[in-house]
């Protein structure tokens, strides 16, 4: 969905799949294009955002443009949308890849029941950067959807996945 990219975005990916004549630019455009993922990188620890940072430059330029500028045919999820599939979106209130508006435009158009929440301080890396409000989110969300379709609480549901998986502090 280019129509939602915002010029900056655009930009950076133009600039990150051009071919590489300095290798030295193309590795700033990736550090601007990761660093911007967040409202104030200077605020994340380097070691997270190397790691944001790491994959795609080790990516070669072909590996690059495919994952940045391969075609993806959104016919399926847009059709299950407008069958009343639910959609939670959270942006952050900084984000400098998302025009909001043209978002919320394409989601009125295709999605019957959908959720956009504007999260307080944060950029792209919504979920990095304000996990409490991301969660919170996330946990309404799952709950509006179970009880809606009688499937139960969110905690019943949470249960059962968490048999399956551990975390570790």
């Known amino acids: 969905f280019p129509q939602i990219g915002t010029q900056y975005v655009m930009e950076r990916i133009v600039a990150v799949l051009s071919p590489p004549s300095d290798l030295t630019q193309v590795h700033r455009e990736l550090e601007s294009f990761s ?3 967040f409202r104030d990188a200077e605020k994340v620890p380097w070691e997270v955002r190397a790691l944001w940072r790491g994959m795609s430059t080790f990516q070669t330029p072909d590996q690059r443009r495919f994952t940045l500028g391969r075609e993806q045919d959104s016919k ?3 059709e299950r949308g407008e069958k009343g599939l639910p959609l939670l979106v959270m942006l952050g209130e900084h984000d400098a890849y998302i025009k909001r ?3 919320e435009e394409l989601l009125r158009k295709h999605f019957t029941d959908f959720s956009v929440r504007i999260i307080e301080g944060a950029g792209h890396a919504v979920h990095y950067e304000r996990v409490t409000e991301a969660m919170d989110n996330i ?3 799952a709950d ?3 009880r809606k379709n009688n499937f139960g609480t969110v ?7 968490f048999r399956y998986v551990s975390f570790s502090a």
Do not use: G, V
Not at 155 to 161: D, G, I, K
């Open 144 to 146: 509006r959807i179970h």
């Open 155 to 161: 905690q019943e549901l949470l249960r059962l996945a």
């Open 139 to 141: 946990f309404k969300f």
């Open 35 to 37: 660093d911007s993922m």
């Open 101 to 103: 508006d043209a978002l």
């Open 76 to 78: 399926a999820i847009l």
